[in-house]
């Protein structure tokens, strides 16, 4: 075909791609999608990998130009049957003999003299005559969890465990009391 010189309009019809890439220089990197309609995104020429219907090689970033305004990630709302869980998972070992992926969760950090940002975990709000869902910290895999800290709608906290204090000079602070 040529040189592109203005805008591709395909009256509705697709494009297929074959083992292509969509690609902003013409080299094997960019977006490729396979014969299942999965789609992998990756520079530097990468190999791609179908393993779910969206493969990332790489990092992702989020929000407008100068970081702005709010930005979300979330799940679909569920119109039959019930809700499903929201998972994100730190990479599993693979027959590797490795330790799994640590999971982060950071807020942002300040700059200059301002304050760094509050990392919150809320659980769900309820409706009509519903109770708001627990916050709950567990331990060990999937099938096989322990639950080691709950804090419930009003605001008990549960710990499965000890609570162990390893500073002499820390300890429990009680306020508001006589």
């Avoid at 393993?51 to 709302?77: H, Q, R, Y």
Wanted: glycine content about 20%.
């Amino acid at each position: 075909i040529g040189t592109i010189s203005s805008t591709l309009d395909t009256s509705n019809n697709n494009i297929d791609l074959g083992t292509g890439w969509l690609t902003g220089d013409g080299t094997a990197e960019g977006i490729n999608i396979d014969s299942t309609g999965k789609v992998f995104i990756g520079d530097s020429n990468p190999t791609a990998y179908f393993t779910s219907e969206l493969n990332v090689d790489g990092n992702i970033a989020i929000g407008t130009t100068n970081g702005n305004a709010s930005t979300s990630i979330v799940a679909k709302s569920c119109t039959t049957g019930s809700s499903q869980p929201f998972l994100i998972a730190g990479s599993s070992a693979s027959g590797t003999g490795n330790a799994g992926g640590i999971m982060l969760l950071q807020a942002g950090a300040g700059d200059s003299n301002g304050n760094g940002g509050e990392l919150q975990l809320c659980g769900g709000l309820k409706a009509g005559s519903g109770t708001d869902g627990d916050v709950v910290i567990r331990t060990g895999a999937s099938g096989s969890l322990t639950t080691a800290v709950t804090v419930d709608e009003a605001q008990n906290t549960t710990l499965g465990g000890h609570l162990i204090i390893t500073s002499a000079t820390d300890g429990i602070v009680h306020t508001g009391s006589g």
